[in-house]
């Protein structure tokens, strides 16, 4: 039988990690999720699949600069402290859209629904995505729903495409980045991460953790008027601030220095990652930024984001550096550096 796929031209080496099946790793964010795209989707694709990969993908349509992403929302479970599945997915994809300076107009959402889910939960959802929608300035305009039978699906899935205009003189995206540029954060990590698994495990911090999901495009807009050359943005969402800056430093060439002290992390989220032998830095934000700006212009975006209600506690954390190209190491407090990797899988899966 012929299957029209050409197999000759994949690779398949150890990035896969040696296993000849989908496992959760895979759907992390980490270098599995990495070495799936780079080594049997874009062969697969071929000359149709992309030539730069980010969270969303800016293309010219009749004079227009149109940003397209698209997402997929599977967290367990559906309803978190701060939020559902429902506003995840409205302020995820447009948060994929603002980060590459769009403003965010049209959504799509598409369900696949198990066999004896709630209709009542469904409500919740829908509603939540509505008040989510709103709330951004976007429209729900198409979508599809599709059912699975009990024990083929968990519930609800989504997901969602959206659409979105760049302004002209606009340019922000991962290659960028320029050595000498100051990394910003918006504000505390892990705060997402945490609440989903609390949540879901049932575990007690001694206070309620909330997620952070948000829309930011209004936090970029603010940012962009400043007249600043914002280089990149990215929401250090799957994988954390650790992926992203990784996938940043590689994207670029550059290497990054953190100061590991400066990075905003709640007391909450540092218990409980201490508690479980977890990474702050490669827990999962549903409404941070992470930001690459000219060090001369890191004052006066900062100012910005702290007026902006989503960027009250934003700080600056690092800096980019040409020594260690594609590599991110942060100084400790006790003086010494230590190499922040790219994470394997998800230190937490289904979190969004």
């Known amino acids: 039988m012929t299957t029209g796929l050409d197999f000759e031209n994949w690779t398949c080496p150890v990035p896969l990690r040696d296993t000849p099946t989908v496992v959760m790793g ?3 964010g980490g270098a599995m999720s990495g070495e799936l795209v780079e080594h049997l989707f874009l062969p697969g ?3 149709a699949g992309a030539t730069e990969l980010g969270d969303s993908a800016v293309v010219g349509v009749g004079g227009a600069r149109i940003a397209v992403s698209t997402d997929s929302f599977v967290v367990k479970p559906m309803f978190f402290p701060g939020g559902s599945i429902g506003d995840l997915a409205v302020n995820g994809t447009v948060n994929d859209l603002a980060m590459s300076g769009a403003t965010p107009l049209y959504l799509s959402a598409a369900f696949i629904l198990q066999e004896g889910t709630a209709l009542a939960d469904l409500g919740r959802i829908a509603a939540a995505m509505g008040a989510a929608a709103r709330a951004a300035g976007v429209r729900l305009i198409t979508g599809d729903t599709k059912v699975v039978d009990s024990g083929s699906g968990d519930g609800v899935y989504v997901n969602t495409t959206g659409i979105g205009l760049v302004a002209d003189g606009v340019e922000i995206g991962p290659r960028r980045a320029a050595v000498g540029d100051a990394v910003l954060i918006s504000g505390a990590v892990g705060v997402h991460g945490v609440a989903v698994l609390s949540c879901r495990e049932g575990l007690e911090f001694g206070t309620t953790v909330a997620s952070d999901t948000a829309p930011l495009h209004g936090l970029v807009a603010a940012m962009l008027a400043t007249g600043a050359d914002l280089h990149t943005l990215r929401d250090p969402t799957r994988g954390g601030v650790a992926a992203s800056l990784n996938e940043i430093a ?13 990075l905003p992390v709640p007391p909450e989220v540092r218990d409980a990652c201490s508690l479980l032998g977890l990474d702050p830095m490669q827990v999962a934000n549903e409404g941070k930024l992470l930001a690459f700006v000219p060090a001369a212009q890191a004052e006066q975006v900062l100012a910005a984001m702290r007026a902006h209600p989503y960027g009250a506690g934003a700080v600056r954390i690092g800096t980019c550096v040409a020594e260690h190209p594609g590599t991110v190491v942060a100084r400790t407090a006790l003086g010494g550096t230590r190499v922040v990797t790219l994470p394997i899988g998800e230190q937490l899966p289904r979190i969004c």
């Not at 590689?250 to 400066?262: F, K, N, P, T, Y």
């Open 250 to 262: 590689r994207a670029a060439g550059v290497g990054v220095e953190l100061i590991e002290r400066d």
């Open 26 to 28: 895979h759907g992390g």
């Open 45 to 47: 694709f071929g000359a």
